[in-house]
């Protein structure tokens, strides 16, 4: 018994049930009833925690500890934790992981998604009866009463969680709106919104004006199969302004932006919107120059034929050709890699996990394994800063290349006016003397 001054609830349930391991069968039986007295708190604590999510723990003897001060919106990620001095010995630390999500399951319910139905197909009263019949066991075999008590509270109390976030709060399809938005899976709606907003994201970025491209968006909205997309998500895409730098275009400041809140906060934090954003720049920025390099083909196919007949430009025009032809590859090839080896394999492992989920973390936890391969796969993670790096130099010679041919194209285009210019004078002039 020494030792044991101070101690309380869990700690002091360990410390009596050292005791146990004994030969005497004597002193076994006085431990184990004396352990049975000295427990009957920390289960009645256990039962209000996994049958009603309720922590009334006054004396600080449960191993589940809670913070009151924390808000609504963090109160899965940072409300309840396990107290590790308190957790008894003879409860694994699996079992207790367990524990502390049935009850933090059940007050999410209550009071994030403000449901107050009855959890499981059991009445409360058949579950009083099943707790007053329940002894408390001492050991870790799986196959206990504490452990089917558990095990059942648990799949009941998860299974609920899951089914409103589903239904009431559609998770599943905002989920998929962030991938058909903010990760370019719908690729109409992507390119019209890219053809419309063009000419502005040309100009200086401090020109831009949030309700002039809002406009834009919801005409590109409008003209795709977006339209036919829930309103209620409709509503939350809009437009955001990236932080400026100088010399910044608008196609450096622009993106969208997808506002998520209630219960499914929980899984899209403001942090995870974050990692969707820079992703979403990325791709946006990839994007932006396959259909530059594209208007670069259109401008050659259509505006050679004006100058053709200019017979020293045929070496630049080759060079050109050539250039643009390799710099297309490039981009349709990384755009391949992104699409296909990237998003649409890290989306077909997200949906399988999200569907085999029993619980809410396992749902945070198969999405933030997603967003990591992403990032990581897509040349955004810490490793790949070098090859981050080189890649946007090129994205950079793109535009410059861009910005070149047509300079070239407009200068050849007035060279070729003055020489008709001056042909037409000189015929006009003959006309005259003759």
């Known amino acids: 018994m020494v030792g044991w001054a101070g101690l309380k609830g869990g700690a002091l349930c360990s410390a009596i049930h050292a005791h146990l391991r004994c030969g005497d069968p004597f002193d076994v039986a006085l431990v184990r009833g004396i352990l049975n007295q000295v427990a009957r708190p920390v289960r009645c604590l256990l039962d209000q925690w996994i049958y009603e999510g309720e922590l009334r723990d006054n004396n600080d003897e449960f191993f589940v500890s809670g913070d009151d001060g924390v808000a609504e919106d963090k109160l899965w990620r940072e409300k309840y934790a396990i107290r590790k001095p308190m957790l008894p010995s003879f409860v694994p630390h699996e079992l207790a992981e367990k524990i502390l999500l049935i009850g933090k399951s059940i007050d999410f319910i209550r009071r994030a998604c403000r449901d107050r139905s009855p959890i499981g197909g059991s009445s409360r009263e058949s579950k009083d009866d099943a707790v007053a019949t329940i002894e408390l066991t001492f050991g870790d075999v799986p196959g206990s ?113 997808y506002h998520v809140d209630g219960p499914i906060q929980t899984v899209f934090t403001h942090d995870t919107v974050r990692r969707y954003l820079r992703i979403f720049n990325f791709l946006w920025r990839a994007k932006r120059m396959e259909h530059g390099l594209a208007s670069v083909w259109k401008s050659q196919t259509s505006r050679t034929r004006e100058i053709r007949w200019m017979t020293e430009l045929s070496e630049v025009l080759h060079l050109c050709y ?113």
């Not at 535009?399 to 042909?423: H, K, M």
């Open 322 to 434: 050539t250039l643009g032809a390799s710099m297309m590859n490039f981009v349709n090839q990384m755009q391949y890699y992104i699409t296909f080896e990237v998003l649409e394999c890290g989306w077909a492992e997200l949906e399988k996990a999200v569907g085999q989920a029993n619980d809410l973390d396992q749902v945070i936890a198969a999405h933030d394994t997603f967003l990591d391969d992403v990032t990581n796969r897509a040349l955004l993670g810490p490793q790949s800063t070098t090859l981050l790096r080189q890649l946007r130099t090129i994205f950079d010679l793109i535009v410059q290349y861009q910005r070149a041919q047509e300079d070239v194209f407009t200068a050849a285009a007035t060279e070729a006016e003055r020489r008709c210019g001056n042909a037409s004078n000189q015929v006009g002039f003959q006309e005259v003397w003759k």
């Open 145 to 257: 009463p504490l452990h089917q008590s558990i095990d059942l509270a648990y799949r009941e109390t998860s299974k609920r969680l899951l089914e409103i976030l589903y239904t009431k709060y559609n998770f599943l399809g905002h989920l998929k709106a962030m991938r058909r938005y903010l990760l370019m899976g719908q690729g109409d709606f992507i390119r019209h919104l890219m053809d419309l907003l063009e000419p502005e994201l040309e100009q200086d970025a401090k020109h831009l004006y949030l309700h002039n491209l809002t406009g834009t968006l919801e005409s590109a909205v409008r003209a795709t199969n977006a339209q036919f997309d829930d309103p209620d998500i409709l509503e939350r895409l809009d437009v955001r302004l990236l932080e400026l730098s100088a010399g910044d275009t608008g196609w450096d400041v622009f993106s969208l932006d």
